[in-house]
């Protein structure tokens, strides 16, 4: 089923650069635009840090998902590059702070987000207690003598957290990114370490919510889609989503147009509704 709005939002982001230079969506700069929506000016700033930082992972899956068209994750470097991924952060971005009927509903009313895969901040390790470079994490300690692990922490910005006992010939603890990064490339790495017995990406083994995005001649598609249906089973029966066209990204602005609201009937528990004065 596939229901075309009969309006169409466009916007235009007029960006009051606040510096000149890269690109004015990177994560933690501060840029400001008039909303012609909301009749005024706001930031990047407006937008909380919680927020941003999802984003940046969702960028970062969206950029991976991109380059790597059949999914070899791992055979890419840790960093993606800055051009896709930050064309897509300000995509998102663009879209949330947009102001539309629909633009709310999925960013505030669902809060929809990229399904967790490939995986951008975290693995668990698993390793062998006889390995000679596993003392300190025996000691509960957050260092290794793995000169490979700790490159990789030292280069990418990894922290070693929770390290635990695992069973009663194994120990585990979370390798944990600041920035969302390729993991899948630093799980390959991790894979050379002898003592290492499994890097789990913590993919949930289900389907779910997610993003999709896809290039056009001049920006971006993005689909937000809420699914449903089974997804506990594997791959969800039924799906819904909202279409939008981000174009014209740059330091100066981004215009943002809604296209379409398309596929499976939302049940009634699920279906949004704005709040109005009264609530």
């Not at 698993?126 to 290794?144: E, F």
Request: with cysteine.
């Amino acid at each position: 089923m596939v229901r075309l709005k009969g309006h169409i939002f466009f916007k235009s982001l007029m960006l009051v650069a606040i510096f000149l230079g890269a690109s004015a969506f990177k994560t933690g700069k501060d840029v400001s635009f008039y909303d012609s929506n909301k009749g005024k000016f706001v930031s990047f700033r407006d937008v909380s840090d919680n927020v941003k930082r999802l984003y940046e992972k969702d960028a970062t899956r969206l950029a991976l998902r991109h380059i790597s068209k059949n999914g070899a994750y791992a055979s890419l470097s840790p960093k993606i590059p800055a051009e896709v991924k930050d064309e897509l952060f300000g995509s998102l971005l663009a879209v949330h702070t947009s102001g539309s009927l629909e633009a709310t509903e999925v960013t505030q009313g669902h809060k929809l987000h990229t399904f967790p895969n490939p995986p951008v901040d975290k693995l668990q390790v698993v390793y062998s207690v006889s390995a000679s470079w596993a003392k300190p994490l025996r000691l509960k300690d957050t260092t290794t003598d793995s000169d490979i692990i700790n490159s990789l922490c030292q280069e990418y910005g990894l922290e070693i957290q929770d390290p635990n006992t695992w069973d009663d010939d194994s120990g585990m603890f979370v390798l944990k990114s600041g920035k969302a990064l390729n993991m899948s490339s630093i799980m390959k790495e991790l894979e050379r370490v002898p003592g290492i017995e499994r890097v789990d990406p913590l993919i949930p083994n289900m389907d779910g919510n997610d993003i999709e995005a896809t290039k056009t001649g001049n920006g971006w598609r993005l689909d937000y889609i809420v699914k449903f249906g089974n997804c506990l089973k594997g791959e969800c029966a039924k799906k819904h989503v909202w279409s939008f066209e981000i174009s014209n990204i740059s330091s100066l602005g981004a215009n943002v147009r809604f296209l379409e609201e398309s596929g499976d009937e939302l049940p009634g528990w699920m279906q949004w509704k704005p709040k109005t004065k009264k609530d």
